[in-house]
């Protein structure tokens, strides 16, 4: 055997938007219509549109690569069409060995069978055998912490313990290629640090891994490469700090402006010493640019920002008032310029800026921009957290027990 | 085709997983029980019967124990042909998420529903051997058929059971048609009925592929005949064709499921 996992060569796939006739009472007449008039051949054309365009990539054995996109940019029609249940309308695709793919772990749910029965069923429909799953029963049970429900018909389950039977199923496949896609979101915090887990043993043991996740912390944590779609064409494949960067760097949503607003943020920078930048090391000192233009007079305004982490948790916030500056007052068209410093001091991860422009007196919110920006701290080994306090060890001993102590 | 089977072999677990999950989901959801594998073959029995008797009447004949016989050896097959042609012709939307989602053989969906008939064809024909025993219909040596003409319409149910899976997948309304099909084909085949009565025209009714079979099997259990061996082979042709053609059919059309149900 190669050394190559899988590999997708020039991969094309065409979907057709738009009317699809799903009933013989629509899709008849429309064909007669067709023959008697024997029109719209460009029409058809305009309906179709290529959802991957060109795909190439390969991934080695026991490699991981992670694939990263905007909504729509293709990555789930490209893990369809490598578990096989889409076909390329055009390309080649070699898979070596048994591909999982961990896309939609309760699909093969019953809600009417018990948990137990679940597992033999769900653990079939991936492609284990009655004795591969008879083998692994206690693990699976352990691992999903349902013990006591396993008897239990799963439509009384909660979502979460549904979700997290599902995931310890699918998890527990022997297979050679693990595809994954965005199931972290589902269960507790506490069973997504086991699934990650899970995951980093499952590459240790040499299983090749295609993680998609909108979480770029946990594809830092779990991918040395990374690939980026965008509108169905590969953008880069890189090493994932790099690809990330390219990401964010190509952000969209920080361009629009609303028309009819009183006053809006007219420009968001995030910068370094050298210019415009969104990654960072833990640490480094970073500018928020902010400008701000009115279309109507205004008076005793501020402008507020923060960061937020993926949770949407608020990590830290600040305001041009709370640091002592007067608040401002704007003439029609006039503008305001501002810049924050700020040290960095985060722990490894991605987190979004929002910028707000806010009158404290009357507490009344303007022009808000959610994201502004997001920027990505890479990672260090040294802490782990939220915050980084710049650790320092001072002193470490070993005490050992004396000869003396031991005799008694 | 070879590489299709071979898969589907591969798969022979699952095949067994999703019956196992079909039959228990069906006798779980019902209180009923194992009596809903008996009571529309019941049904069916009974209007047997009172259509058996009107003919009597107007014959002037006395009602024999043997036509009753052979009106509950032929309407249980038809619930079995009829309830698995309908099961396996949602079985592929009635599973979705399956469909959508993970990759296997999907050919296994109306497989597993005619298997999970099968299921209840067996209970019901339990049932029926009982009542057989009680009207002393006797055994004969051309009971060894009943297996080779129910094998026949195993064959024939997966056949047709694979192409109106498929096909209703892609056209909604498809499913309303066959519906119709099952409720007005029992006017067609002789199940209250016997070929015989119809005489010479009697061959045109066994055009219909099912007719041989189920005249077999109530020939060989009844009236302790052999089937028409002629009629017979033809009704296997028909079914191998059916099967094979709607394997590849039902192959031909499944990778575009995940994207068009």
Sequence with gaps: MSDVALRMEHIFKKFRKGEIYNSLRDFLPAMTGKMFRGQELDASDKREFWALQDISFEVKRGESLGIIGRNGAGKSTALKILSRIMKPTKGRMIVSGRLSALIEVTAGFHPDLTGMENIFLHGTILGMNKREIQSKLDQIIAFSGLEEFIDTPVKRYSSGMYARLGFSVAAHVNADVLVVDEVLSVGDFVFQQRCMERIRSVIEAGTTVLFVSHNLKSVTEICQRAMLLEHGKVVTIDNTDAVIRKYLSTDETSKISDEKKPVYISRVTVRDRVGEQSTFESGQKAWVDVEVTAREALDKLAVVIWFKDDTQYIIFHTSTERLGFAPFSLQPGGTYRCTFELSLNIAHGTFHLVTQVYRYDIQKGYDRREPASTIFIGSTTAVGGAVNCFPRLIESETIVPSIQSCEV | ?261
């Design chain 2, 1 to 261: 085709m070879k590489e299709e089977l071979r898969e589907l072999y591969k798969y022979r677990e699952l095949l067994y997983m999703i019956t196992y999950r079909d039959i228990k989901v069906r006798y779980k959801q019902s209180i009923m029980g194992f009596l809903w594998a008996i009571l529309m073959p019941i049904l069916i029995v009974m209007s047997g019967i009172v259509v058996r008797y009107a003919y009597a009447i107007v014959a002037h004949a006395p009602l024999k124990t043997e036509d009753i016989a052979s009106v509950a050896i032929k309407s249980v097959p038809w619930a079995f042909i009829v309830s698995s042609i309908r099961f396996s012709c949602n079985s592929l939307t009635g599973n979705r998420e399956l469909v959508v989602k993970i990759y296997f053989p999907k050919e296994i969906f109306p497989m597993a529903a005619v298997l999970a008939c099968l299921f209840d064809f067996f209970v019901a024909y339990a049932a029926l051997v009982i009542f057989l025993v009680f009207i002393k219909i006797g055994v004969s040596i051309y009971l060894l058929w009943v297996p080779v003409l129910l094998g026949t319409m195993i064959l024939f149910c997966v056949g047709i059971g694979t192409i109106v899976s498929a096909i209703s997948l892609f056209f909604r309304d498809v499913k309303y048609i066959v519906e119709v099909f099952l409720t007005y084909g029992i006017f067609f085949t002789p199940v209250f009925y016997d070929v015989r009565m119809f005489g010479d025209r009697g061959k045109w009714l066994m055009l219909n592929p099912v007719a041989p079979l189920l005249e077999g099997l109530s020939n060989c259990i009844a009236r302790h005949e052999s089937p028409d061996v002629h009629w017979y082979l033809y009704s296997l042709g028909f079914s191998l064709v059916v099967f094979v053609s709607g394997f590849v059919l039902f192959k031909d059309l499944e990778p575009a499921f995940a994207e068009s149900i």
